[in-house]
Nanobody
Framework: QVHLVESGGGLVQTGGSLRLSCAAS????????TGWFRQAPGKEREFVAA?????????YADSVKGRFTISRDNAKNTTVYLQMDSLKPEDTAVYYC????????????WGQGTQVTVSS
């Protein structure tokens, strides 16, 4: 089983930046991608970005393209980051990562998430 810890959230103003981290421990399947997802109050959890462990292929939701950057720590091989720039109020949500992301959906364990709040 995989244990996930998301961190780096906080309160920022519109246009600001945050860098989220996802630290994973346990049995990680390298054939899957690790994805970031978010859930705003009253809404369903949605896909944000993903990166494959093999090949480093990257995918983004249209709503964050050009503003968010997903990356991984190749040295540690168990940490994935989400650099969020030009933040908007609509980016406000709890952000989660998932190490078994397939076709923009998370199938593995979920962490506790990290809150991102963007003020207008």
């Amino acid at each position: 089983q995989v244990h996930l810890v998301e961190s780096g959230g906080g309160l920022v103003q519109t246009g600001g930046s945050l860098r989220l981290s996802c630290a994973a421990s346990g049995r990680i399947f390298s054939s899957f991608a690790t994805g970031w997802f978010r859930q705003a109050p009253g809404k369903e959890r949605e896909f944000v970005a993903a990166i494959t462990w093999k090949g480093g292929r990257i995918y983004y939701a249209d709503s964050v393209k050009g503003r968010f950057t997903i990356s991984r720590d190749n040295a540690k091989n168990t940490t994935v980051y989400l650099q969020m720039d030009s933040l908007k109020p609509e980016d406000t949500a709890v952000y989660y990562c998932n190490t078994e992301t397939i076709n923009y959906r998370g199938f593995g364990s979920w962490g506790q998430g990290t809150q991102v709040t963007v003020s207008s």
